[in-house]
């Protein structure tokens, strides 16, 4: 099987759009590399740098959406219909609504930049049933700035991407960690004050 430059190599625009919507939906296509590798061709002239932004924000778009459907009906449905993760599951799905409706917007936004976690952001989102107005808001500018971001890393850094891109991924898993723990902190602090 090619390898993901030849894809694109071969393919161009139809390869990025392709790659991007298998990958958003699944974690096993290396949306990063994708992405970088297309800026690198615009950079060399092989493809267009607006053109590739185009179709990876458009494959982008459509995986994060497909995923956010299949989250609203599929996951929903196994919850709903299947005697034991209704049971396990059924009874935390307000909470994770709850949660979701006022923190996962930005989880949806920054989710992109870590990996792993953009696979799973908009079927958790549409399993709780956020509004698709407010999906559409924060998954698709979100969507939008990984993009550019990336794409321009490949075009702008050319072969040294490679060291930018680990440093992203730290900064983006230090955001995560210090979220997380003010997260925590402010559970405990609520849990320790005494009800009024």
Not at 58 to 72: F, H, N, Q
Not at 82 to 99: C, S, T
Request: positive net charge; aromatic residues 16%; glycine residues 12%.
């Amino acid at each position: 099987m090619p390898n993901v430059d030849e894809l694109i190599a071969r393919y161009g625009y139809f390869a990025i759009f392709s790659l991007l919507m298998l990958g958003i939906v699944g974690p096993a296509i290396p949306d990063e590399t994708i992405l970088v590798i297309s800026g690198i061709l615009a950079r060399q002239g092989k493809l267009d740098y607006i053109a590739v932004l185009a179709a990876g924000y458009g494959g982008s778009l459509c995986g994060i959406t497909l995923s956010y459907v299949l989250g609203r009906t599929g996951l929903l449905y196994l919850v709903l219909k299947v005697p034991f993760i209704r049971k396990n599951a059924g009874p935390h799905m307000d909470k994770v609504h709850e949660w979701f409706e006022r923190y996962g917007r930005w989880t949806l936004f920054f989710g992109y930049f870590v990996a792993g976690v953009r696979h799973f952001t908009a079927l958790v989102g549409g399993a709780s049933k956020m509004e698709v107005r407010h999906f559409a808001i924060y998954a698709y500018t979100g969507g939008l700035l990984w993009v550019i971001c990336f794409v321009s890393l490949g075009y702008f850094l050319g072969e040294h991407w490679e060291r930018a891109v680990q440093l992203l991924h730290r900064g983006a898993g230090v955001i995560a960690i210090a979220v997380a723990v003010a997260a925590l902190a402010w559970f405990w602090w609520k849990k320790r004050r005494p009800a009024r």
